[in-house]
């Protein structure tokens, strides 16, 4: 499986952006996708996880940090991976990397893949 992340950028505090992650490749044993994100000198930290069952049935979970700024969607048709942020923090500028395959959704290392980070820089 390959993921491709993309989206990120440079804005201004308030702003937003969407980041996108492509999966390619075999199907997945868990069908849970992530976002995590790591700041300069930081840990990385969970960001928001999708989880779903079928075309229609699916479960979302985000760091408190994000809860109501953030939405994380998945688009089964292009097997694409969203995160909407909006009302961008300075707090959150950070590496933000997407992941997919997981059988515990809050820990990056119980995730089988990987995308590249894309950087997320939010100004004052």
């Known amino acids: 499986v390959q993921l491709q992340a993309s989206g990120g950028g440079l804005v201004q505090a308030g702003g937003f952006l969407r980041l996108s992650c492509a999966a390619s490749g075999r199907t997945f044993s868990n069908n849970v996708m992530g976002w995590f994100r790591q700041a300069p000198g930081k840990e990385r930290e969970f960001v928001a996880a999708i989880s779903w069952s079928g075309v229609n049935t699916f479960s979302t979970y985000y760091a408190d940090s994000v809860k109501g700024r953030f939405a994380v969607s998945r688009d089964g048709a292009k097997n694409t991976l969203y995160l909407q942020m909006n009302s961008l923090k300075p707090e959150d500028t950070a590496v933000y990397s997407c992941?997919?395959?997981?059988?515990?959704?809050?820990?990056?290392?119980?995730?089988?893949?990987w995308g590249q980070g894309t950087q997320v820089t939010v100004s004052s």
């Open positions: 992941a997919a395959d997981s059988n515990y959704r809050f820990s990056y290392s119980r995730y089988r893949y």
